[in-house]
């Protein structure tokens, strides 16, 4: 694993927007009628853009979110993630986001205390073989994003009600259409992992578990009667998917993390297989 690899991994995730984001957008332009049409239009447009010339889908890069599978060498992977980071900064370009939560001082590279955020899952994998999905997660949406705690004797109800109160008070600000990551049980850090985790997963892939799929069905729907619409202006699509992760919790508790991301969902999987390195869309 090499700084260029991983760079080059970020260009692609930030100038080239998945398949199934862009088709559901694309979908989403046909439905809608006035101005939310055109916005949708715009979007389209804007995607086509932005991978035709090589530059980032949105002016906020966000903040990158790594998700590492492999069995061993976390130190060598966190330091070829750190390069790497470093020099897209400057050969993609990123805009420097990262800052100091006291002075707002900015590091100038996307690092700095914390930085890179780097989630280790182990795994049965060949020696040195690794398997990354990387997000770039914008602060507009990650702002409206919410984290509470429910009594346990509030159940499926507790939690539809927690997410569409956080929806409908998001409102236009993460530039909708979202998507909707949703994390219950664990505790409340595992419930925030979880949700964030749950964007990895394509649209068009339901939960096994039969209650979290019913769940995203019925989240989804809901979502969609509130008529936020694209970035607002109403309509038939406020949320082009809802995703559900879950985890046993303790018996007095139910932690619930609601991510929302705006409708550029900017996520990547990159690949080192006996040696050979490949980007998965």
């Not at 001082?105 to 914390?114: F, I, P, R, T, V």
């Not at 925030?192 to 578990?209: I, M, Q, S, T, V």
């Not at 989804?220 to 998917?241: H, Q, R, S, V």
Request: hydrophobic share 40%.
């Amino acid at each position: 694993m090499e700084a260029r690899e991983i760079a080059e991994a970020l260009r692609v995730l930030e100038t080239d927007l998945p398949s199934d984001i862009e088709e559901a957008l694309q979908k989403c332009a046909l439905v809608e009628d006035g101005n939310s049409r055109e916005v949708m239009k715009a979007i389209v447009e804007n995607i086509t853009y932005a991978r035709k010339m090589k530059v980032p889908i949105c002016q906020d890069t966000g903040t990158l979110v790594f998700f590492v599978t492999c069995n061993n060498d976390l130190v060598r992977i966190s330091k070829s993630i750190e390069e790497g980071i470093a020099l897209a900064t400057e050969a993609v370009p990123l805009r420097a986001n990262t800052v100091n939560p006291f002075t707002r001082e900015n590091s100038g590279d996307n690092l700095g205390k914390g930085n890179p955020i780097i989630h280790f899952e182990g795994a049965e994998l060949e020696p040195r073989d690794v398997d990354m999905a990387i997000m770039a997660k914008g602060a507009g949406s990650e702002n409206v994003s919410r984290i509470f705690s429910l009594d346990p004797d509030q159940r499926i109800k507790g939690i539809k009600d927690g997410v569409l109160d956080a929806i409908e008070k998001a409102g236009a600000k993460p530039c909708p259409p979202i998507i909707v990551g949703v994390g219950i049980g664990g505790t409340l850090e595992w419930s925030a992992h979880l949700a964030k985790k749950a964007l990895l997963r394509p649209l068009g892939d339901r939960a096994e578990d039969l209650f979290a799929a019913k769940l995203e069905r019925e989240l989804l729907e809901e979502i969609n009667k509130l008529g936020i619409g694209p970035m607002g202006f109403g309509g038939k699509t406020t949320a082009l998917g809802v995703k559900v992760e879950w985890a046993y919790c303790h018996t007095a508790s139910l932690p619930v993390a609601v991510n929302i991301q705006c409708w550029a969902l900017r996520r990547v999987r990159a690949q080192w297989h006996k040696g050979k390195f490949s980007i998965l869309r």
